[in-house]
């Protein structure tokens, strides 16, 4: 390479440099206020959604007409199982969880109202117990047979839970609610 091609590549990388060198400030500048303006306008939008948002006010429910309801699932339930005509021992396991429930439902909702172990206690009756038996009955008499141990274990295992919430109803051991309530909501409740 000659001299004047050298002096035509540090004269070409001197103005490419120069121009590189004047508009990186514009670049940062440029990408720094996007990137303000972009912050700023999520702060407005979410300053404005809660100024025009309409304040939600709790639904107070009725306590008597929300246990109404739990006691009438339970009725459906026992009505639908006697109907589906399931094997007696699994008829007497479910109708006697239903019973316990009955009992217990409303001294736990009258004497602890708003208690997470009363909570609990609701949701296994609503919808939990539901969940258990209601996919066995629409089995075919066959499928019913064979899942019938498997169906029994998880009864069992519901009406201990109920009867351990009984004694501690009973016994007035609210020391006591909060673990168990925690126990139940994550073995019953979220896993449905």
């Not at 091609?5 to 400030?25: E, F, K, S």
């Not at 429930?101 to 609701?122: C, I, K, Q």
């Not at 498997?150 to 009973?170: I, M, T, Y």
């Amino acid at each position: 390479m000659n001299s004047k091609h050298w002096l035509l590549a540090i004269g070409a990388g001197i103005i490419v440099g120069a121009g590189v060198y004047l508009m990186l400030p514009l670049i940062v500048v440029a990408a720094v206020s996007a990137v303000v303006a972009s912050l700023v306008a999520i702060l407005v939008y979410r300053y404005l959604e809660g100024q025009t948002k309409v304040k939600e006010v709790p639904v107070q429910t009725d306590p008597c007409h929300e246990l109404r309801s739990l006691l009438d699932r339970l009725v459906a339930l026992n009505v639908d199982i006697r109907e589906a005509g399931l094997a007696s021992d699994v008829l007497l396991r479910v109708e006697t969880i239903i019973d316990k429930l009955r009992d217990l439902l409303p001294e736990l909702n009258e004497r602890y109202p708003g208690h997470e172990l009363a909570w609990t206690l609701n949701q296994m009756a609503r919808e939990y117990l539901s969940k258990v038996v209601r996919p066995y009955v629409a089995l075919s008499e066959a499928d019913r047979a064979e899942r019938q141990q498997e169906l029994l274990k998880s009864l069992n295992g519901v009406e201990a839970e109920v009867d351990n919430v009984a004694d501690l109803v009973q016994g007035d051991k609210r020391g006591d609610f909060r673990a168990k309530a925690a126990f139940l909501r994550a073995r019953f409740v979220q896993e449905s």
